[in-house]
């Protein structure tokens, strides 16, 4: 390794030399002088006049050579520190003093390992800025981050989706919520100051909101009352839904189990009190109560089967006869079709075969004649139909049909808003097991109807799930 000699003792043994070297050649000289000169004293004081001057002369050019090596010196530090300076601005490139001293060599390994330690950390902390960033993007629920005076800090794409905004309010960053939200609830609860204010919100799917939707506010230091606080703002507009649907399902099946009982109830009480010697009479009110005890039963069947359909594991599928299944249904109802006038025609492959579970191939086919059936015309047709190239089974009756508003809500359990539909045994629930039951299975279950002609259901099957007899 070449030795250099530091830049300090460059400079101290330039001093040196310099002093040195004018002692050495005006020592002598100055004692030879003062020899030649000694019997004279006049000659010899102006020859002291003259030395001093020489000697402040020399002492200023000194300086003067000094002066010129220190800017020299400083001028050849400074133009590499200046270039290190600018380049310390992108410290993705490697920094180097390209300076011709030993301490350059030092320095030049320090800044190299701080250079490398800070790119270390800037990219772990972009790592992990962009993936913080990702998580927030990607999250459902909404997130907002709110300094002490309500400002929004920053915002994730789920929270402008779901906050009722106003509707300038492109951009949230840097803007009051007070002034970017519609919602006066969810407003004053947010700028509560109040340190008892309840931690969660709950705003209600309305004119203000188009979901229901659940906030949680919390102040990332609680002892601070002015510290930023985290808004998470939650869709739950789906299990508000499920609750009502309960609701309304509880409600219903009451209502369908309380109308059978009350008619057995009733029937009962009037053969006791006055059927009871009347035979004619009597037979009239025990086929009523059998009737609804059979409605009864249909329903509580009903329940049992969308219950099971609803709550039961993968299905154990097997090989199934689609054209036997769909004469067994209209076997069940061949009675009611009789007395009705009603023609069936069965067009499904004897060689069409579903792979499904029996019990569910029967609720699908079963219910779906049982409807065509049921609300049929007198001396109608219902038909059931495979079309080998879209995979689609349908069932067409001659009936009334389906008013065009009703269609979007056919598949809802109880549903039977037409009076036509209404009538008969029916239990509102046959078409909600048609759609759990093919849900199973991936079935795509819809239905088209024209007033006055009758209306179609079908079943379109995926591939995998279809197969022929050899």
Known sequence: MRFRIPLSLRFLLLILGLGAGFFVLVSPLYQLAEQALG???????????????????????????????????????????????????????PLRWDAPFHEAQSLNQTLAEYA????????????????????????EEGVLLLNGRGIILAVNPSAQRLLPLRPDSASLDGKPFVEVVIHAGLCQWVADANPKRLPVFQVDKGEESPFDLLCHLRP??????????????????????????????????SHELKTPLSSIIGYTEAIFDSAMDNPKMMEHFLRKVHDNALRLQNLVKDLLSL?????????????????????????????????????????????????????????????????????????????VEWDEETRILCVRDTGQGIPPDMLPHIFERFYRGDPARARGDGTGLGLAIVKHAAQRYGIQVSAESTLGEGSRFCLEVPGDRIGLLV
Request: a positive charge; hydrophobic letters at 45%.
């Open 116 to 139: 490398e330690t800070v790119n270390k950390l800037t990219s772990g902390l972009e790592q992990e800025r962009d993936r913080l960033r990702a998580v927030l993007d990607r999250l």
């Open 39 to 93: 019997a004279d004293p006049a000659a010899l004081e102006n020859f002291h006049r003259t030395a001093f001057h020489v000697l402040w002369l020399t002492l200023i050019f000194s300086l003067g050579v000094i002066a010129i090596v220190s800017f020299w010196i400083s001028w050849r530090i400074g133009r590499p520190l200046r270039r290190l300076r600018k380049a310390s601005r992108d410290l993705s490139k």
């Open 220 to 253: 990332l230091q609680p002892s601070d009352p002015n510290s930023e606080a985290l808004l998470t703002v939650m869709d739950v507009t789906r299990f508000r839904n499920l609750d009502r649907a309960k609701t309304d399902f509880v409600a219903n099946a």
């Open 307 to 383: 219950s099971q359909l609803e709550n039961q594991g993968p299905a154990r599928a097997e090989p199934l006869p689609v054209r036997g299944f769909t004469q067994a249904a209209w076997n069940q109802h061949r009675i009611e079709a009789e007395r009705m006038g009603v023609r069936f025609e069965n067009r499904v492959p004897e060689n069409l075969i579903w792979n499904m579970e029996p019990r569910d191939l029967d609720l699908l086919v079963g219910n779906l004649v049982g409807n065509a059936v049921r609300y049929n015309r007198a001396a109608g047709k219902v038909q």
